[in-house]
């Protein structure tokens, strides 16, 4: 599964895998109090350094849409959640990672 059109409550029209793989945590970013650009920009330089097979987390205080192209164009999946509480959970992986770990179920 590549990607397809997200209708996740709050994260809707977003690129994102159908079912994301589990991996490890490789970092949470925690932008809640962070002023734009700066949750973009510590995402951006994150995935820079997503080794495969972990994810990145990032907490956003609003649905960062402008992020979503960049990953799906750099070679990454995600998946958007709006929380209850107010805020954002981006998880974020490499492509790939979806397509290996659908192998590796079957």
């Known amino acids: 599964v590549r990607a397809r059109r997200s209708s996740i409550s709050g994260c809707g029209g977003g690129l994102m895998s159908e079912?994301?793989?589990?991996?490890?945590?490789?970092?949470?970013?925690?932008?809640r109090a962070m002023q734009p650009p700066e949750p973009f920009e510590k995402t951006l330089e994150a995935i820079e350094r997503?080794?495969?097979?972990?994810?990145?987390?990032l907490l956003a205080p609003c649905?960062?849409?402008?992020?979503?192209?960049?990953?799906h164009n750099s070679g990454?999946?995600?998946?958007?959640?709006?929380?209850?509480?107010?805020?954002?959970e981006?998880?974020?992986?490499?492509?790939?990672d979806t397509a290996a770990t659908s192998e590796r179920l079957q």
Do not use: A, K, N
Request: hydrophobic share 40%; proline share 12%.
């Open 19 to 31: 079912q994301p793989p589990r991996l490890e945590i490789f970092e949470t970013i925690d932008g």
């Open 50 to 57: 997503l080794p495969r097979g972990r994810e990145l987390i």
């Open 63 to 71: 649905e960062p849409r402008p992020l979503f192209r960049v990953l």
């Open 76 to 88: 990454f999946d995600y998946r958007c959640v709006f929380v209850p509480e107010g805020w954002f």
């Open 90 to 96: 981006v998880h974020v992986w490499h492509s790939d």
